[in-house]
Nanobody, 123 residues
Framework: QVQLVESGGGLVQTGGSLRLSCAAS????????MGWFRQAPGKEREFVAA????????YYADSVKGRFTISRDNTKNTVFLQMNSLKPEDTATYYC????????????????WGQGTQVTVSS
């Protein structure tokens, strides 16, 4: 069992930045691939970014590529999402998730989820 707790969300203006954190506890954090997903009201949960257990491989949705950066610190059991050049369409609840195995952009393939943190980008 892995427990995930996100933090760092908030209200920011267009073009601003936020850094989300996801603290993990429970089983060995470094065994898990980590992902960030987001869900806006009335929309399905969508993939944002993912990172391998070592941090050597990262993956991004086209909509955030070049603006968002995922990273992890296995010594602190934490994964981060640095979000720059934010746009109103980035407004959503952001979730971190964990899975064992190969890379996936499908939310259904992730085993553990945090409770989410709200990000609101004003125009």
């Amino acid at each position: 069992q892995v427990q995930l707790v996100e933090s760092g969300g908030g209200l920011v203006q267009t073009g601003g930045s936020l850094r989300l954190s996801c603290a993990a506890s429970g089983r060995t954090f470094s065994n898990y691939r980590m992902g960030w997903f987001r869900q806006a009201p009335g929309k399905e949960r969508e993939f944002v970014a993912a990172i391998s257990w070592s941090g050597d491989s990262t993956y991004y949705a086209d909509s955030v590529k070049g603006r968002f950066t995922i990273s992890r610190d296995n010594t602190k059991n934490t994964v981060f999402l640095q979000m720059n050049s934010l746009k109103p369409e980035d407004t959503a609840t952001y979730y971190c998730a964990a899975r064992v195995g190969y890379h996936s952009t499908y939310a259904s393939n992730y085993n553990y989820w945090g409770q989410g943190t709200q990000v609101t980008v004003s125009s």
